[in-house]
């Protein structure tokens, strides 16, 4: 079997040829580096009545010594025939709480110069901030390719047309390491359903289906957990003259109606005035990664009088943050500038 995978590894495009390869289990192939230090394990999912593959990559350091450096690495590494003239890609705006979220982008690539080629990316760190992990490829009306990046930080696509074949990288962007033995990383992984000849309405369908069936939550009974409904509030509005007056008015005027109070972003950092809005406000990002509550607007230093408040209405508690990245406003990134990323 030839691996979908793609990266540099110690200067050399990874080939499945010339690494050793053994089967783990019916799904996983395990190949090993020529220098006995880095193992790529693949596992492929296919999904009984859909025509549909997912691939998960892995990259573990098994030597005694560290990695050579590991580079470019795309979980998609594809190239087809394509006896089209021209593609077009489908793609969907993420979130930047604008009007333009979530709209579609069409862009038709054709070979020739300056319009055979399409990156899409993300920005801040976010994986659907830029544009969601969600696109679509389409050789046509009846044929063509959707695909779903399972990752929660910084992605890219590249897209490119060219004489009688076309070429899909999907993976991350710009990182460059090494890793010490017993690291074990999960890559970004793809999940890639077939349309052929169907429409691509009726293809977004078959794929919401196979969302719905295979990767949606379900309790121990298979059936579907029902979404919470929340209700919340800015995380720099203030504990008391913001947050408990809320959950007052959802109890007194909507009873047992909402499932959770929610506090979004801006809750923590430094001690500072914040903006009293419905929504994060301006600089709510400067201070990802501190995660004490700024005191300013919740000056017990903490939201317990929130989270009692919210239970005591019948709804849960959520505190948003994100554990996959820091600023370097951040306390840990200054006390421990070696466990960081930049």
Not at 100 to 122: E, N, P
Not at 226 to 252: C, V
Request: with cysteine.
């Amino acid at each position: 079997m030839t691996s979908p995978i793609h990266f540099i590894y110690d200067g050399t495009p990874f080939d499945s040829e010339s690494w050793a390869m053994g089967t783990l289990t019916p799904e996983t192939d395990a190949y090993s580096s020529p220098d006995g230090r880095l193992c790529l394990e693949v596992t492929t999912r296919r999904f009984p009545g859909f025509p549909a593959t997912e691939i998960l990559p892995v990259i573990e350091c098994i030597g005694d010594e560290e990695t050579c450096i590991i580079e470019e690495i795309r979980s998609l590494h594809l190239i087809r025939p394509c006896d089209k003239l021209q593609l077009r890609v489908r793609a969907t705006t993420g979130s930047e709480t604008k009007l333009t979220d979530f709209t579609r982008h069409d862009t038709l690539l054709q070979d020739r110069v300056g319009c055979d080629s399409l990156h899409i990316t993300t920005d801040k760190g976010l994986s659907s901030s830029a544009w969601l992990p969600y696109f679509g490829i389409d050789m046509d009306s009846m044929n063509g390719l959707e695909i779903a990046v399972g990752w929660s930080g910084g992605w890219r696509a590249d897209i490119q047309i060219r004489k009688a074949e076309f070429e899909l990288n999907v993976g991350l962007d710009g990182v460059r390491f090494k890793m010490r033995p017993g690291e074990r990383f999960v890559l970004p992984s793809i999940l890639l359903l077939e349309r052929e000849n169907m429409s691509v309405a009726d293809g977004l369908v078959l794929f919401h289906r196979l969302m719905l069936t295979y990767f949606a939550p379900c309790d121990s009974q298979g059936n579907l957990f029902r979404p919470w409904l929340p209700i919340g509030a800015s995380g720099g509005n203030k504990t008391d003259e913001n947050m408990l007056k809320i959950i007052d008015f959802a109890q007194k005027e909507f009873p047992g109606f909402f499932d959770v109070f929610w506090v979004d972003a801006n809750w923590y950092g430094k001690y500072r005035e914040t903006l009293q809005e419905p929504n994060c406000g301006p600089g709510w990002s400067e201070y990802v990664g501190d995660w004490h509550p700024n005191t300013w607007a919740h000056p017990d230093g903490n939201m317990k009088r929130v989270s009692e408040a919210a239970h005591k209405a019948g709804m849960k508690f959520l505190v948003w943050f994100e554990p996959e990245r820091a600023t370097d406003n951040a306390p840990i990134v200054r006390e421990h500038p070696n466990t960081s990323i930049v």
